[in-house]
C-alpha cells in the first residue's frame, strides 16, 4: 500500500488547512488510517486515528476540538482539517495505515505503511 499525503503549506495562527491521504496499490482491504507529526528536535507523535469501521476517531489532547479526521473508504482517502491551527502545530504530518486495528493507535511502531510527510508551517 502506498500513501500519497498532500495539503501541507503556511498558514497564519488562527488559520486552518485541510490535508488528505489517498491510499493506493493493494486496497482492496479497508485499513485504518491516521496521522503523525513530527517537529524539528522533536519525536514523532500521534495526531489523530480514524478506524475502518464505524469510522470511531481519536485525538491527541492537544489537537481535540481543533482538528477533524474523516474517511472515503470508497475512494481510500481519508482527510484531516485543522482549524485554530498555532505555531505549535508547525511539523512534517504524515499519514499512516495499518489493516489490523490495534489499542496502541498512538504508537508509531504500529503502523506498517506511512506517507512521505507533508510540512505544516504555521506563522505567529
Known amino acids: 500500500v502506498q500513501l500519497q499525503a498532500s495539503g501541507g503549506g503556511l498558514v497564519q495562527a488562527g488559520g486552518s488547512l485541510k490535508l488528505a491521504c489517498e491510499a493506493s496499490?493493494?486496497?482492496?482491504?479497508?485499513?485504518?488510517m491516521g496521522w503523525f507529526r513530527q517537529a524539528p528536535g522533536k519525536e514523532r507523535e500521534f495526531v489523530a486515528m480514524?478506524?475502518?469501521?464505524?469510522?470511531?476517531?481519536y485525538y491527541a489532547d492537544s489537537v481535540k476540538g481543533r482538528f477533524t479526521a474523516s474517511r472515503d473508504n470508497a475512494k481510500n482517502t481519508v482527510t484531516l482539517q485543522m482549524n485554530s491551527l498555532k505555531p505549535e502545530d508547525t511539523a512534517v504530518y504524515y499519514c499512516?495505515?495499518?489493516?489490523?486495528?490495534?489499542?496502541?493507535?498512538?504508537?508509531?511502531?504500529?503502523?506498517?505503511?506511512w506517507g512521505q510527510g507533508t510540512l505544516v508551517t504555521v506563522s505567529s
Open positions: 480514524i478506524r475502518r469501521s464505524m469510522g470511531r476517531t
Open positions: 496499490g493493494r486496497t482492496d482491504n479497508s485499513y485504518n
Open positions: 499512516v495505515a495499518r489493516l489490523i486495528w490495534n489499542t496502541q493507535y498512538y504508537n508509531p511502531a504500529q503502523y506498517e505503511y
